[in-house]
């Protein structure tokens, strides 16, 4: 069993004139937690449902747990779990008789009342599906994607409409997925939401992967400058002379960007004890995915 | 699992959703019995000369209407509830599991047909019950054959029509479009031989004329040999093997919006 789930070379797919996917290469290994984040009509869709089968690539080669997805086999469905944006389930059934009939379809499911409890949906168990709420329902269309206890989820932007407190149970249930060595591919639109669960992370622009690595490497290759900020008195002495930044306002907030971190704080500290002002709001920080993603996407917006 | 035991137990599912819309179940039993009660009662209760000798318009009508209630149990419930189906999502995501397409679609035409001959078996019992119809005993075995040939005909029929319906909004209009009109001359919802030779050139050309025909051969209560239609089955099973091709070619899994 090799250690790797998903290997992707030169993934190439067209609609009529339109270019959706433009030379693709992904390596997703076991037990990772994969997002694939990018604008709308960057190629993730597209991307994830070739590896899920439900498209035909133009050229490329593609290995998902060893299968060619393109040839629809039996064992390969059997080992994967797909969550989709947009799809239903039988409306008239309740929660726990969806999940039984899905079940049905593996050879070795979870047990019922592990999905259940996995997505949360204890107590809405003998409720009909078209009484659930929208997050229930979403709730539910993961637990469906569980149910056949696939080694490998796909999971097309999962909290998607979530609330916070919503999401946050979602992650934990995703981080829980993890523990249970299951690889997961996730797409989103979330910055935080892939900061905070990937183990690797790709940047889709325009058909292309314009960044892959580490959610803290890609931060840390794409930008190694710190903020500082904080708001001082009107009565302040001038700052020290290095801290000094073009945008620096006495009496309002203070933004400082520094190269040089811990340097920059340690005599900016020294002049507030010297001189007794207080530094409100002090913030120190660094350079978050967001940050990242908005520049690789506006440099891809530029070059086009 | 192994198919046969999978397709059960899919068909088990189909049924238990199938009833918890007791609106759309309801309508799906009571459109045929009220046909089978309004049109002896417009047309008249008096003798007409169907079968060659004079008959009742109920003798008529039970054949007819049991027509009817394959054809609204395959093609029409069929059609709506897989374009239904399409446009939620729910065959999608059939297709993301390993429950071969074969089995989930055999599953619904299973489904369909076994409420299309629950009907049937309704539509005769009430017109032998109630409205003094003579059901044949030597035409039983013409009359259950033409009522299977009839399901999966037009079963492969509501598959295909799937692949010209747009969008679930618009199934409703095209579906019925489609059926309506060739149920009102095809001798289903009135005799038509008082009608115009180019309607019968019309309606002879579409399979609900030629079910139609076979289920009133296979129920004539003065026929003395088995009462197959070979003709008429034979016309009606052309349409069937074009159905399934052309649902082969343009179903589709994914939603059209």
């Not at chain 1, 903020?227 to 020290?240: D, E, H, K, M, Y």
Request: proline share 6%; glycine share 8%.
């Amino acid at each position: 069993m090799s250690d790797t789930a998903i290997e992707v070379r030169g993934l190439k797919k067209s609609y009529g004139e339109l270019a959706a996917v433009r030379g693709v290469d992904l390596t997703v290994q076991v037990g990772q937690i994969f997002a694939l984040l990018g604008p709308n009509g960057a190629g993730k869709t597209t991307t994830v449902e070739i590896l899920e089968g439900y498209r035909k690539r133009n050229a490329g080669e593609v290995s998902v747990l060893g299968f060619d997805p393109e040839r629809n086999e039996r064992a390969f469905k059997e080992r994967i779990g797909v969550v989709l944006q947009e799809t239903g389930v039988e409306r008239f059934l309740t929660v726990s008789e969806v999940i039984e009939l899905y079940r049905g379809y593996y050879p070795d499911p979870l047990p019922l009342d592990e999905v259940i409890a996995v997505v949360g949906l204890q107590e809405k168990r003998d409720v009909r599906v078209n009484k659930l709420s929208g997050g229930q329902q979403r709730r539910l269309d993961v637990a469906v994607g569980l149910s056949g206890n696939p080694e490998l989820l796909f999971l097309d932007e999962p909290t998607t409409g979530f609330d916070p407190s919503a999401r946050r149970n979602a992650w934990d249930m995703i981080r829980n997925l993890r523990s249970l060595g299951k690889t997961v591919l996730l797409t989103t639109h979330y910055m935080d939401e892939a900061q905070s669960l990937a183990d690797r992370v790709a940047i889709i622009v325009g058909g292309r992967i314009v960044a892959d690595g580490p959610p803290g490497a890609l931060v840390g290759a794409a930008a190694t400058q710190t903020r500082i900020s904080f708001r001082v008195g009107r009565a302040a002495p001038p700052l020290p002379a290095r801290l000094r930044s073009p945008d620096q306002a006495v009496g309002e907030i203070v933004s400082i960007t520094s190269e040089d971190p811990t340097r920059d704080l340690h005599e900016l500290t020294a002049w507030a004890i010297e001189n007794r002002v207080e530094l409100e709001e002090l913030d120190v920080s660094r350079p978050n995915l967001e940050d990242v993603y908005l520049q690789l996407t506006a440099d891809e917006a530029v070059s086009r | 699992m192994n198919p046969a035991h999978l397709m059960m137990r899919q068909i088990g599912y189909e049924n238990r959703s199938f009833w918890r819309n007791p609106a759309a179940a309801f309508f799906t039993f009571f459109f045929p019995l009220m046909f089978l009660f309004l049109f002896p009662n417009i047309f008249g209760d008096e003798e007409m000369n169907y079968f060659g000798r004079p008959t009742s318009l109920n003798t008529f009508y039970v054949p007819t209407i049991a027509a009817f209630s394959v054809i609204t149990a395959c093609y029409t419930n069929l059609a709506m509830s897989i374009t239904f189906l399409r446009d939620e999502g729910v065959l999608k995501r059939k297709r993301g599991t390993p429950l071969p397409p074969a089995t989930y679609l055999g599953a619904r035409i299973a489904h369909s047909t076994l409420i299309g001959i629950l009907l049937v078996g309704i539509v005769v019992i009430v017109g032998v019950l109630f409205f003094d119809v003579d059901a044949p005993s030597n035409t039983v075995p013409a009359f259950l054959v033409t009522v299977a040939v009839g399901a999966a005909v037009f079963s492969a029929l509501g598959m295909a029509i799937t692949g010209v319906v747009p969008n679930s909004d618009a199934a409703p209009a095209v579906i019925n479009f489609s059926i309506l009109p060739l149920l009102f001359i095809s001798d289903v919802f009135i005799p038509i031989r008082d009608a115009p030779e180019w309607l019968k050139n019309v309606a002879e050309v579409f399979p609900v004329y030629h079910f139609a025909q076979a289920m009133l051969g296979s129920f004539d209560p003065f026929r003395e040999d088995a009462g197959f239609e070979w003709g008429h089955l034979a016309v009606v099973a052309i349409w069937g093997v074009a159905g399934a091709v052309f649902a082969l070619k343009k179903f589709s899994w994914e939603p059209r919006r």
